[in-house]
């Protein structure tokens, strides 16, 4: 499916960057999305969401060690295997006979793993808050969301992070190994003062910006990089954004907290040691792969850099006789960096409750691989995330073979400002909504985007503003079809396009229009539709055939174009009729045709 994602709207707007795709997201080119927003003269009112639940109890496989809370979270919910240092034709062969994976850095979930669960596998999660060791295309590609922990180890690696800081400023580690080996060299590690001195922090995420707080707290001027971080909140803390060059140009004491990408790794080379201040101390208890160590050894002879604290290395642990942690400018720790007893538990419990909620069929906060939101604009949303999908899966239902689904329109109608409405997660649900009833693919929120892309899909994204209250998020939902027949003539619109549109009403999401017809049905069991020539008895004889077959109607709604005219009648059922049934509503004179949609 092709997304061609370009984002534009013609009423004056901001987009929120709280609430945007981040440009990190793998996915993130598979939608080229439009954006045009219209007003309409009046609000119209609005959904429900059906977690969903596993008839089996899951297996987990916790490849690396995890706090003793998190693990009975598992184990109060699924087969936990506690299986460590396993290699990777161990981890492979295992794979297979698990629902869901559990690591911190150490285990590298790549291709193989996830070709090997033989699309069993459906959640990894990662205690902690990077994910370079999981290949997060491969995830995507095999329907497996990536979740993790990224606020419960936050103060703790910040407050390494200030550790090794002031530790490296005073030569403590140094100092102390020759107390311990007899010698008394107060001389030999005088140390630099941190008051007043300007520290550059390179990743101003949740991390970055806790060490920002505590250096502030001790009297040093603090300048921050970070393509992504929003100025606002930089200024909130006194922090001021800076480029990269301009960081490292001016900077007294480096603090990397970057996440390691292509883009990132060995961002500390030879070139940048050569731009920075002579006397420059570094600090990184982010990712080693983001310093060049070998260029770094340079720059610590060359005396460009003066000291440097490591928590990180590009190989852990490192070769015994590395040059680098050999080095007696250089004060070393073992990745230490989430090491307190309480981010220790806190990250096992907030993984646990991440995976058991995905494997629950829970919307994950904390999802990497998956459109994200806000954990308060998710609960908000989450009773539309029915009525998106299912407004996905009775449009596609009624297109009739021909060249397939290439062109979709989705329109959110709302009284919100354009930046205050997330659609990303309703947009991947009626893409899920469209695919599976014509695919043999299992599509989930986490692979709808490359499922679509494989299909060749456009989707486009319009909005409606409204006006009157923004209490709801959403008054409508309208899903188009382009270019494509119909098996159920009455559901092209006007303008030629298969249509339909939802709201809520009372929590449950229900079909309001159909083609250029209104109705009201609950999007509850199933649908029939009936196009009929508008007289007295209808709703009776079509009622009577179901019920003499057994079938009982949950919801029926008639929609008409003038009295005695044309009108759609819609059936909601909460069984699928046998075929004769069906045929026998066809066989009622005044009925036109007929289709039966399964929800």
């Not at 916790?62 to 396993?86: H, I, P, Q, R, T």
């Not at 911190?104 to 459906?122: C, D, I, M, P, Y």
């Not at 107390?179 to 630099?192: E, F, I, L």
């Amino acid at each position: 499916m092709a997304f061609t994602a370009s984002q534009s709207l013609r009423t004056p707007s901001v987009w929120n960057p709280s609430l945007s795709l981040s440009s990190k997201l793998p996915f993130s080119s598979a939608f080229s999305v439009s954006f045009q927003a219209r007003r309409s003269p009046a609000p119209r009112p609005l959904v429900v969401v059906v977690s969903a639940g596993l008839d089996a109890k899951p297996t987990i496989l916790v490849a690396e060690k995890l706090g003793e809370a998190g693990l009975k979270l598992l184990k109060d919910f699924a087969n936990v295997d506690c299986s460590y240092n396993l290699s990777p034709e161990e981890l492979c062969t295992k794979i297979s006979l698990c629902d869901a994976l559990i690591v911190r850095s150490a285990t590298k979930v790549n291709h193989e793993v996830f070709e090997s669960s033989g699309g069993r596998l459906k959640v990894v999660g990662r205690a902690g808050v990077g994910i370079d060791n999981v290949d997060l295309a491969a995830a995507t590609e095999h329907g497996c969301l990536v979740v993790n922990a990224p606020t419960a180890n936050t103060v703790a690696a910040a407050e390494h992070g200030i550790a090794l800081l002031a530790a490296m400023a005073r030569n403590v580690a140094q100092a102390d190994a020759s107390v311990k080996a007899g010698k008394w060299q107060r001389n030999k590690y005088v140390g630099v003062s941190l008051v007043g001195k300007t520290l550059a922090v390179m990743g101003f995420g949740k991390v970055g910006s806790e060490v920002a707080r505590r250096a502030k707290g001790l009297g040093m001027h603090v300048i921050a990089h970070d393509p992504y971080a929003p100025a606002d909140r930089a200024r909130a803390i006194g922090v001021e954004l800076v480029s990269f060059d301009e960081a490292i140009a001016t900077a007294d004491f480096i603090s990397l907290h970057m996440p390691l990408t292509p883009a990132t790794s060995k961002i500390l080379n030879d070139d940048t040691f050569a731009k920075m201040k002579k006397g420059v101390r570094i600090v990184n208890v982010a990712r080693g792969g983001v310093i060049d160590e070998d260029a770094l050894v340079r720059a610590l002879d060359a005396g460009i850099v003066a000291q440097a604290a490591l928590d990180v290395f590009t190989e852990e642990p490192p070769a015994k006789d590395s040059k680098l942690v050999q080095h007696e400018k250089v004060t070393a720790t073992p990745h230490l960096g989430a090491s307190t007893m309480e981010a220790q538990e806190g990250v096992a419990i907030e993984i646990a409750e991440a995976v058991v909620g995905a494997l629950r069929g829970e919307l994950a906060a904390t999802a990497v691989n998956a459109p994200m939101v806000p954990a308060e604009v998710l609960t908000e949303l989450k009773p539309f995330v029915d009525l998106a999908e299912k407004l996905g899966r009775l449009a596609v239902q009624l297109v009739a073979g021909g060249s397939g689904v290439k062109t979709v329109k989705v329109t959110y109608a709302s009284a919100r400002a354009p930046d205050d409405l997330d659609t990303r997660l309703l947009r991947a649900m009626i893409t899920k909504g469209l695919i599976e009833p014509i695919s043999s693919v299992f599509v989930n929120l986490v692979n709808a985007d490359f499922a679509a892309k494989q299909r060749g899909i456009r989707i486009t994204e319009e909005r409606v503003i409204l006006d009157g209250s923004p209490e709801n998020p959403l008054e409508f939902i309208q899903v188009q079809i382009a270019n494509v027949e119909s098996k159920f003539a009455s559901a092209i619109s006007d303008s030629g396009e298969i249509k339909v549109e939802g709201r809520v009403k009372d929590g449950v999401a229900h079909l309001t229009k159909v083609g250029s017809f209104d109705v009201d049905v609950s999007l509850e069991g199933s649908i029939i539709l009936c196009r009929q020539v508008d007289q007295p008895g209808m709703i009776g004889k079509v009622g009577s055939v179901l019920g003499q077959e057994n079938v009982n109607v949950s919801f029926m709604s008639v929609g008409r174009i003038a009295p005695r005219k044309q009108a759609v009648m819609a059936i909601g059922v909460d069984e699928q009729p046998r075929k004769d049934t069906l045929k026998k509503i066809g066989e009622i004179p005044a009925i036109e045709e007929f289709v039966f949609l399964k929800l």
